[in-house]
């Protein structure tokens, strides 16, 4: 006999399907005995244009700023090549990919580095909410772009605190 069932761990049939080569259990025993489901979460790409910075403040004024912007979401980090616009207002005109999941609970934490000194120096970061990125339903027009404020990373980390404290 040959019992053939399809579907996903979460059907209703899986539990009597999951046993049905266990012929040396009795029924009693088999009604007490439950599978474990597992459910995995929606994956989603999450398309990141990095286009430009404005009015950067480097901590030595009149030297050439060699910047890239490094971003992370989770355990994922990409980074930018540096700008061949070597002032306070670099571009970089680059698209970098990540995947996230629901529920949208992590932070993408973005910072604008100077690279070209003896240390990288932070000038700038961003931590923000993936849920409260737009989701693009409509494929066929790149969704428009946004400018968002950088904080010295400092302030970037207690207003991080404040919003857990206030949630």
């Excluded at 060699?66 to 700008?83: A, H, Y």
């Amino acid at each position: 006999m040959l019992a053939v069932w399809m579907g996903t761990q979460a059907d209703e049939a899986f539990p009597e399907a999951w046993h049905s080569d266990s012929h040396s259990m009795n029924q009693t025993s088999l009604a007490d005995m439950r599978s474990k489901v597992y459910f995995s979460p929606k994956l989603y790409y999450l398309r990141v244009h990095v286009i430009a910075a404005q009015d950067l403040v480097p901590s030595e004024k009149g030297r050439n700023l060699e910047t890239s912007v490094r971003i992370k979401l989770g355990d994922q980090g990409r980074v930018t090549r540096n700008s061949p616009i070597k002032h306070i207002n670099p571009e970089w005109n680059e698209e970098l990919m990540f995947i996230a999941y629901e529920p949208f609970d992590e932070y993408m934490v973005f910072s604008v580095v100077e690279t070209g000194g003896r240390q990288d120096e932070v000038l700038g970061m961003l931590m923000k909410p993936v849920r409260e990125f737009k989701h693009r339903l409509e494929t066929s027009k790149l969704p428009d772009a946004e400018w968002f404020s950088l904080y010295k990373p400092y302030v970037a980390e207690e207003e991080n605190v404040t919003r857990s404290v206030d949630l």
